[in-house]
Antibody, heavy 117, light 102 residues
Framework: EVQLVESGGGLTQPGGSLRLSCAASGFTFSAFSMNWIRQAPGKGLEWISYISTTGSTIYYADSVKGRFNISRDNAKSSMVLEMNNLRDDDTAIYYC??????????WGQGILVTVSS | VLTQSPGTLSLSPGDRATLSCRTSQSVSTTYIAWYQQRPGQAPRLLIYGASNRATGIPDRFSGSGSGTDFTLTITRLEPEDFAVYYCQHSKTFGQGTKVDIK
């Protein structure tokens, strides 16, 4: 069974940083590309980043480009989203999702990130 | 831009639901997907490639369409189908359609 578990969320002030992790199991992690998708409270879905199987191809949404960095460690079946210079409008539930560019074939349960002073 | 309609659909169990997703320009069906999100849960992929059901999705869910107009149809609503549905094209999601109990 595919399992994706996010961790690392929490409360931070504007301008702060957080590091989200996604631990994968139940499938051959190195064979699948991955995404981060977020959802602000009471709002819709927003794709924010994609990483290919080897990490050689990476995409970001304009809203996070230059502030967020995605990476993966296939040996540890894990993916990381480093978030810097956080803003109030980055407050959201962040989901890691297995799939092709921007598509979520399987989703984690999500982790809440709150940016507030 | 993706536009979903209606914003809310009020139906009864056993009814047929028809959800619309319109793109601002003609797109390939390859990157059209539909998701279901129940309250407090992560989204779940229902349909990919506009008309292909994802693994484990009941056959009462079907997707269709081409060009700029796409449709998700639920033939007979079950209690667990009352949820929010999102369409997606490539990196863009629609704003969602809520299917609630009439």
């Amino acid at each position: 069974e595919v399992q994706l578990v996010e961790s690392g969320g929490g409360l931070t002030q504007p301008g702060g940083s957080l590091r989200l992790s996604c631990a994968a199991s139940g499938f051959t992690f190195s064979a699948f590309s991955m995404n981060w998708i977020r959802q602000a409270p009471g709002k819709g879905l927003e794709w924010i980043s994609y990483i290919s199987t080897t990490g050689s191809t990476i995409y970001y949404a304009d809203s996070v480009k230059g502030r967020f960095n995605i990476s993966r460690d296939n040996a540890k079946s894990s993916m990381v989203l480093e978030m810097n210079n956080l803003r109030d409008d980055d407050t959201a539930i962040y989901y890691c999702a297995k799939g092709i560019v921007a598509r979520g074939d399987h989703w984690g349960q999500g982790i809440l990130v709150t940016v507030s002073s | 831009v993706l536009t979903q309609s209606p914003g809310t659909l009020s139906l009864s169990p056993g009814d047929r639901a028809t959800l619309s997703c319109r793109t601002s320009q003609s797109v390939s069906t390859t990157y059209i997907a539909w998701y279901q999100q129940r309250p407090g849960q992560a989204p779940r992929l229902l349909i990919y490639g506009a008309s292909n059901r994802a693994t484990g999705i009941p056959d009462r869910f079907s997707g269709s369409g081409s060009g700029t107009d796409f449709t998700l149809t639920i033939t007979r609503l079950e209690p667990e189908d009352f949820a929010v549905y999102y369409c997606q094209h490539s990196k863009t999601f629609g704003q969602g359609t809520k299917v609630d109990i009439k």
